[in-house]
């Protein structure tokens, strides 16, 4: 994928199925326009982004409950209508994390995205 403009957003192309992730839970997901959407691949580094992000939201809160306040949408364990209902309960800033490629990922140009990149030798 080369360089996008300024006006151009990433779009939605396909859908990712496997024994970890369905990329559909995205598709009735209701963002909110101050959402963060932690984006990584798997063993980059994601965890330790969203211990980052929990803290500068959470005024530096020692008891982060990661696993509440940034779940993992697309996760296939928990059923997704009891997810998506835990994410619209949530009245604090929400950061949410992702494994998915931007191809099959929503975008929506009123959030924030992270996206941790890292060289795959490290994450063997």
């Known amino acids: 994928m080369g360089y996008l403009a300024k ?21 009735d997901f209701p963002f909110r326009k101050d959402d963060i959407i932690i984006t990584t691949y798997a063993k980059s580094g994601t965890t330790w982004m969203q211990q980052i992000v ?13 696993a509440w306040l940034s779940p993992w949408v697309d996760l296939r364990v928990f059923p997704r209508n009891d997810m998506l209902q835990m994410l619209e ?32 030798r490290d994450m063997v």
């Open 54 to 66: 929990g803290q500068l939201t959470h005024d530096a809160s020692p008891t982060l409950n990661l």
């Open 89 to 120: 309960s949530q009245q604090h800033r929400r950061f949410i994390k992702t494994h998915l490629p931007v191809n099959a990922l929503p975008w929506n140009p009123n959030v924030k995205y992270i996206y941790v990149a890292r060289d795959g």
């Open 7 to 27: 006006t151009e957003l990433p779009i939605k192309t396909h859908e990712v199925h496997n024994h970890h992730q369905d990329s559909t839970a995205w598709n």
